[in-house]
């Protein structure tokens, strides 16, 4: 928890799916094969993966690096160690759906992949950066939520949600309006944005003229190379598990509510102790 600088090496199949939707056509091939056989199959060595997985060696080889580890050895090791840790006290790990499971079985998957991108989020935020974020938007007089699409649910949603907790908010989602709305933010006000993949453009030029015009800008995404966390002053990472037969969509809601949730109810607490 705290820390994003390296990944969680008993995590390999989360990090596996997590990154399913950066990766290459060919990197999507492997990492298609492991979440669809994760818990059935065990691949001995790197010419064994390549072949079932129907890649390159060098394919497996960038697959692993792109996923944060060194190499397959490193991959494969942490892989083995999830499959074979002990379940009794903790839920198994989130195995994909399938188009013959069953209802009650892909009520399970889905709990269980909400589950899991509340726990992993969790450990990846950086409560360092959550703490100066949450100091940054309590002292200021307006917090504007700049976000679109399923985020700007999200955000209209959260501003209700401020509004009844009396913080004085208001969400932008029109992205016509992103650039126009920035303009005349208060320098005594704070912006917060929000993206899953981080690449909507309008957010991150809003946020870009944000920190030009020194307000302070705190970002939500579920990747920490993307556009709007390299142009954000705080970030705070989701690690949103992205299934392969349905959209992520619902899941990054999950987190993104629960972590802006959090804000609110630590922005009362800060300004109640001031």
């Known amino acids: 928890m705290g820390t994003t600088s ?14 399913h939707p950066t990766l290459s056509p060919a990197e999507q091939k492997v990492s298609e094969y492991i979440l669809q056989n994760a818990m ?3 691949f001995l060595s790197i010419s064994d993966l390549a072949v079932k997985a129907g890649v390159s060696e060098a394919t497996i ?26 379940y009794s006290a903790t839920p198994p790990p989130y195995e994909e759906i399938t188009p013959n499971d069953r209802p009650a079985t892909v009520l399970k998957k889905i709990f269980t992949l909400m589950q899991e991108s509340l726990n ?13 974020a949450v100091r940054q938007l309590a002292t200021a007089d ?21 509004q009844r907790m009396g913080i004085r908010c208001v969400a932008v989602t029109d992205p016509f309006l992103h ?13 917060l944005g929000i993206s899953h993949t981080g690449v909507t453009e309008s957010v991150v030029r809003a946020m870009q003229r944000a920190r030009e015009r020194g307000i302070p800008a705190v970002g939500i995404t579920n990747y920490a190379e993307s556009p709007l966390a390299q142009n954000v002053d ?29 804000i609110g109810v630590a922005i009362l607490q800060a300004r109640h102790i001031d």
């Not at 650039?179 to 912006?191: G, K, L």
């Open 6 to 19: 390296s990944p969680n090496h008993n995590l390999a199949i989360n990090r596996t799916r997590s990154m």
């Open 179 to 191: 650039s126009v709305a920035i303009e005349t933010t208060s320098p005594r006000d704070a912006v």
């Open 234 to 262: 705080l970030l705070l990472l989701t690690s949103i598990s992205s299934p392969i037969i349905m959209s992520d969509a619902g899941v990054s809601r999950v987190a993104q509510l629960a972590l802006l949730d959090a």
């Open 120 to 132: 992993n989020s969790w450990e990846k935020i950086d409560t360092s950066a959550f703490e100066s």
């Open 142 to 162: 307006m917090i504007e939520l700049y976000a679109h699409g399923g985020s700007g649910y999200i955000a209209q949603n959260v501003v209700i949600t401020y």
């Open 40 to 42: 059935q199959e065990t």
């Open 61 to 86: 080889v960038r697959f692993c690096k792109k996923i944060g580890y060194s190499g397959f050895l490193e991959f494969k090791k942490a892989f083995l160690q999830e499959r074979l840790q002990d």
